[in-house]
DNA sequence: ATCCTACGATGGACAGAGTCTAAGTCAAGA
DNA sequence: TCTTGACTTAGACTCTGTCCATCGTAGGAT
């Protein structure tokens, strides 16, 4: 976490209150925030935080590497803060909760060349949708 | 196409020039229209149409699994006729065109016992994502 | 320690996508 | 043909996200 906040300024960011606190209100496993909901948290540590603010910073934070962005409902994107581990989202789809899973074998591997359609292709995203065991 | 028409009448469907138009709009393959676009091509057929009812009739034939409804991007979602053959997705990052593609294996069957959390996964969502020739 | 200034924060207006509602219309069964 | 409840309509509304002009401040320079 304080890790974050030295490399990101290592890299010229400026290290303000608010940045601060949204890195650490993103901080944890199987965190999968809203921007609003990232919104309501850094506000209990620092009232006067900027829906803007919070947006900006985490469209930084997403642009350089450190936080994931995932929209699996169509509704509000989540920001993931797991980035440096290869995952994939298992999404309960009673209650929207997500949880980061690690899938065997390797996606990009099961698309032939003939249905690549001269793509070149560089990422795939794997969502997997069920109940989880409280909606089940 | 007339097929979906009289399934759906069989299924207690009201058949009204509006669903009809909707549907129509829909016909083909690889097509990938958002709300608005559909719409847009509705009106060109029947001026008077609204955009609840084109909203309406799409989100009725996702619940009849008739179309598929596919958010790619975070932007508008899109909506996929070709609900009746297992697909997934190839997006170009560049202009966001779609191309349905098939491929190899059940992906599925890669999320082992121990990384499904209690959860009774029941489908799985792939997204492919690269450059399409012309963006290339 | 203080000053400067460019980078960052603020909040309010704006925009795009989608939902809701009240009132009017019409498909299709009697 | 009549009736009725399902469907459609227009527009207001909500939610998510972006933009902009102005103000504030982190951190290097002195």
Chains 1, 2 share one sequence.
Not at 21 to 43: N, P, Q, Y
Not at 60 to 75: C, N
Not at 111 to 116: C, G, H, K, T, V
């Amino acid at each position: 976490m304080s890790d974050l906040l030295e490399r990101l300024r290592g890299r010229g960011w400026r290290l303000t209150s608010q940045r601060r606190v949204v890195a650490e209100v993103l901080d944890g496993d199987h965190v999968h925030l809203t921007a609003d909901e990232v919104h309501a948290r850094a506000t209990q540590r620092l009232p006067e935080i900027s829906r803007a603010t919070v947006y900006n910073t985490l469209g930084e934070l997403v642009s350089l590497g450190e936080v994931i962005e995932v929209s699996t409902d169509g509704r509000a994107k989540r920001y993931d803060p797991n980035a440096h581990q290869p995952h994939q989202h298992l999404v309960c789809s009673g209650c929207g909760t997500i949880r980061d899973v690690r899938p065997l074998g390797d996606p990009l591997a099961d698309l032939p060349a003939d249905q690549r359609f001269g793509f070149t292709v560089s990422e795939v995203e794997v969502t997997y949708r069920g109940l989880c065991p409280s909606c089940a």
